[in-house]
T-cell receptor, first 112, second 112 residues
Framework: KQEVTQIPAALSVPEGENLVLNCSFT??????LQWFRQDPGKGLTSLLL?????REQTSGRLNASLDKSSGRSTLYIAASQPGDSATYLC???????????FGKGTRLHILP | DTEVTQTPKHLVMGMTNKKSLKCEQH?????MYWYKQKAKKPPELMFV???????INESVPSRFSPECPNSSLLNLHLHALQPEDSALYLC???????????FGSGTRLTVV
């Protein structure tokens, strides 16, 4: 059974710093890995989708990498801003049962 | 249109009430999903519809009844809920296995 783990559970950094959020998964039989952002009480906003054949995806200040062999993905945020404060969730979509499994998320707080 | 629209945004209902949550997408996605999310937890899968047919029911109590009237609409009918059913209910859709998921902004449900 797929398990997705996100470390750290919470992170506070000063504005302007670059940071890395980590996601690990136990089963490499995945279609893709997707990073989401969630603001308190709101829905999930898709940030980046990395298909299993890809190594990384970039969007603006965000860069996500995928290493299937080691079961790891990272989300790199450059030049962090207070508006980046949110919970970040990673989710892997299994090619065994077409389900996505979420990590528990990293609560990010950018200090002004 | 690249959105999943959920209505209502907020709902308060008594334990004897019957209500429905609605979800709509016009992206031509073939699969639609209902998730339940409690505070500070990741979303939990409830139901999956694929090509308008129920393909996954994650052992959800019968007081939750999903319906997919057509390829663009997904409903969740609620009856005789319990206070512990209070949560954020998220709808999502996907085109295919390698295209990731698009989530709605959710319905915040409170059962009193």
């Amino acid at each position: 059974k797929q398990e997705v783990t996100q470390i750290p559970a919470a992170l506070s950094v000063p504005e302007g710093e670059n940071l890395v959020l980590n996601c690990s998964f136990t089963d490499s039989a995945i279609y893709n890995l997707q990073w989401f952002r969630q603001d308190p009480g709101k829905g999930l906003t898709s940030l980046l989708l990395i298909q299993s054949s890809q190594r990384e995806q970039t969007s603006g200040r965000l860069n996500a990498s995928l290493d299937k062999s080691s079961g790891r993905s990272t989300l790199y945020i450059a030049a962090s801003q207070p508006g980046d404060s949110a919970t970040y969730l990673c989710a892997s979509e299994s090619n065994r049962d077409d389900k996505i499994i979420f990590g528990k998320g990293t609560r990010l707080h950018i200090l002004p | 249109d690249t959105e999943v629209t959920q209505t209502p945004k907020h709902l308060v209902m008594g334990m004897t009430n019957k209500k429905s949550l609605k979800c709509e997408q016009h992206m031509g996605h073939r699969a639609m999903y209902w998730y339940k999310q409690k505070a500070k937890k990741p979303p939990e899968l409830m139901f999956v519809y694929s090509y308008e047919k129920l393909s996954i029911n994650e052992s959800v109590p019968s007081r939750f009844s999903p319906e997919c009237p057509n390829s663009s609409l997904l409903n969740l009918h609620l009856h005789a809920l319990q206070p512990e059913d209070s949560a954020l209910y998220l709808c999502a859709s996907s085109h295919d296995n390698n295209y990731g998921y698009t989530f709605g902004s959710g319905t915040r449900l409170t059962v009193v």
